[in-house]
């Protein structure tokens, strides 16, 4: 539903963003996304080598009865460590985006495209950045 007419903001968010003010904030949550997700890959990768030169070093001086269970340990302890990673990032990727401060629609992707373009929302079509 796409409406011009104006709307009242929710009460405790900005009535409108200036375009500077939209630039910025969309720019600081990039940046803090894309240092999560480097954490994330720098820590999936690195301790997945770490593995694999772990089953190697445990096949060759461990028995098998000993190793294969410890191994199955390192692995699910790394999985659980990679999926509280990616949590984290999808948790700070919805606390940290944008909303309409006339709906609450959540405005990342698509949406937030629609309002970098536009200045407008693409749910209810509320005014959320102002041209200087």
Known sequence: MTSTSPRAPRPGRPARYSRK???????????????????????SVGLGVAQLGFIRWAETRLPRS???PLEAVFFLAYLALVIGLLWRLQRHKRANALRC???????????????????????????IVEEA
């Open 21 to 43: 003010e939209f630039e910025q904030v969309r720019a600081a949550r990039k940046a803090r996304e894309q240092r999560e997700s480097w954490l994330l890959a720098l820590v």
């Open 66 to 68: 000993t190793a294969v």
């Open 101 to 127: 401060p006339h709906c609450g629609e959540t405005i990342q992707g698509l949406t937030e495209r629609i309002v970098g373009a536009t200045g407008r929302c693409d749910s209810c079509g509320g005014l």
